[in-house]
């Protein structure tokens, strides 16, 4: 029970790896908050939770995070249910279907910088109002670090990474730890098959600087290094960068 007594919000918590984090941050004892756009989806996660964790205390808010107000509500409604906020995990966002700067149109890169960037801004700006101590944990992706993805992606996500070491300093030695995940390939619903069939011929051209021969990482074991870093067992690290990918890009 590494999380027993602990608020966390999740953000996109209906599928992927925010499905796999909040079912085993309940599992670990927290109370979840799970936020996303699918209201539908949302109630199946808790369902499942529930299932597995009868104990288990949810909270569903639907909402848009690329929306500041909606954040701000995420929040509020959270500090109004249970007085304060513990965890943060920023998960929320969108592929790029790697698209190259060459075929990006500006309408594409500013979706993709304002799902997977300009969001984390907003509720994590609103989350560290009202944030005492606890830890914020931001996925990134091996796309930040390595550029291996398409240009906005690459860019939101390498982004995501200098906001969580300098949010890191801001608050280091004040009780609240930021550190970040870097997912490789992971199967989600974000690159099945059929996604992946409508991505640009730009992704096979960085698949060669990546050893795709070995297999893909899971959503539960990126759930796992989300819990490392929200629980206590990384207390004293932050402003930390973990790739998570098997040795893909080794």
Not at 93 to 102: F, S
Request: some cysteine; charged content about 20%; proline content about 4%.
């Amino acid at each position: 029970m590494k999380l027993q007594n602990k608020i966390a919000i999740v953000t996109g918590a209906s599928s992927g790896i925010g499905e796999e984090t909040a079912k085993l941050f309940a599992k670990e004892g927290a109370t979840v908050i799970l936020t996303a756009r699918r209201l539908a989806e949302l109630e199946r996660v808790a369902n499942e939770i529930k299932q597995t964790v009868p104990q288990a205390n949810l909270k569903i808010i639907q909402a848009d995070i690329t929306i500041e107000d909606d954040c701000k509500r995420i929040v509020e409604e959270t500090v109004n249910d249970f007085h304060h906020i513990d965890i943060l995990v920023n998960n929320a966002g969108i592929a790029d279907k790697h698209m190259p700067i060459t075929k990006c149109s500006t309408e594409w890169w500013n979706e993709v910088v304002l799902v997977d960037q300009t969001s984390v801004f907003y509720i994590t700006k609103a989350t560290l109002n009202h944030m005492k101590q606890g830890t914020i944990v931001n996925i990134s992706s091996i796309g930040g670090v390595f550029g291996s993805a398409g240009i906005s992606y690459s860019a939101a996500k390498s982004a995501m990474l200098g906001m969580t070491k300098n949010i890191a300093m801001q608050f280091a030695g004040k009780g609240i730890r930021c550190n970040a995940i870097c997912p490789g390939p992971t199967p989600t619903p974000l690159n099945t098959p059929e996604k992946l069939a409508t991505f640009d011929e730009f992704a096979q051209q960085c698949a060669k600087h990546m050893n795709m021969g070995i297999p893909h990482t899971p959503a539960i074991q990126q759930a796992q290094a989300i819990l490392f870093f929200a629980s206590d067992d990384s207390d004293g690290i932050t402003g930390q960068v973990l790739v998570v990918d098997n040795g893909i890009t080794l």
